[in-house]
């Protein structure tokens, strides 16, 4: 939504196409504030869903439907599988992220054999593609170890509009976020090193089962306005991830005023080197040992 207020108030006109599950009232609200934005909804599922493959031939015809009707300038897209229908407009698609380099990261391996549908979409799409777009040189690296060579890529990373995050009174706590079953977000070593931890570690985003650790609060699902007023509280924040492209949360906690504990994967030495505390996301002991030479600096 930040993307389409910045070219709602360059005069641009926007036909703003939702995918993979339903938004928010918050979203819509939001969206219904932006001028020249045309919101469509639709809960197709995405490539890398399971059995997405039917939502994604229905989405195709649908997308397609639109662009008749809008006529765009240029065409955005932040989902592979729909690189190569026939627009009519130069193609920029952004690579987000993907279940290769995902899997590589956390899993150390290559994508298994049922997954490769899912690769040869994304190869196809990247390859169709007037340019590519990542967050990070490690990403746009990374689409091309993974997918072959396309035809232009260059790095834009994420932004935030400075004016939704701001430094608070802050307290004596560590701060982190993300879906706590997600094994790239490496949530659940914090259960491990928070017994060790003086301050109590925080964890906002969706979770299947209580990590039964004292030290460890989970605290669900937030919506934004309550993830930045605990950015504006914490001290530190602490993302221990094998995965992450970018990292925007990282982003949103450095604006924040957080001190900043991150893993030492290339997407975020590449944004913060100089800026953070890097650990090993492979070691407790490395990021309990980060966590407290943080919390005893002066």
């Not at 969206?31 to 599922?45: M, Y």
């Not at 015809?61 to 932040?78: E, R, S, V």
Request: hydrophobic share 40%.
């Amino acid at each position: 939504m930040e993307l389409c207020k910045e070219f709602s108030a360059r005069g641009i006109h926007i036909l703003l196409a939702s995918l993979g599950g339903e938004l928010t009232d918050t979203q819509r609200k939001q969206a219904k504030k932006i001028k020249f934005l045309h919101l469509e909804e639709s809960n197709f599922r995405l490539e890398w869903m399971r059995d997405p493959w039917q939502d994604t031939e229905k989405a195709s015809g649908w997308l397609a439907t639109l662009g008749q009707g809008f006529t765009p300038d240029i065409i955005h897209l932040n989902q592979y599988c729909f690189g190569c229908l026939s627009w009519n407009a130069p193609v920029v698609m952004v690579g987000h992220s993907c279940v290769a380099s995902w899997w590589n990261a956390v899993k150390n391996s290559s994508l298994p054999e049922e997954w490769n549908r899912y690769k040869q979409t994304v190869k196809t799409g990247l390859q169709c593609a007037d340019c590519v777009i990542a967050p990070t040189k490690a990403m746009l690296t990374s689409l091309r170890k993974h997918y072959g060579l396309y035809r232009r890529g260059t790095v834009i990373p994420n932004g935030r509009t400075t004016r939704y995050f701001k430094p608070g009174l802050k307290e004596n706590f560590i701060f982190t976020a993300g879906r706590i079953w997600d094994e790239g977000k490496n949530i659940r070593v914090l259960a491990e090193v928070a017994r060790s931890i003086p301050w109590p570690i925080f964890v906002a985003g969706e979770y299947r089962e209580d990590l039964n650790e004292p030290n460890l609060i989970l605290l669900g699902k937030l919506n934004e306005q309550q993830i930045r007023t605990w950015f504006a509280r914490a001290s530190i924040y602490v993302s221990p991830a094998f995965y992450e492209p970018f990292g925007l949360s990282v982003l949103e906690a450095g604006l924040s005023g957080c001190a900043l504990v991150i893993s030492d994967i290339p997407p975020f030495v590449e944004n913060w080197a100089g800026a953070a505390f890097f650990v090993d996301p492979a070691s407790a002991s490395c990021i309990r040992d980060g966590l407290l030479a943080v919390i005893n600096s002066p």
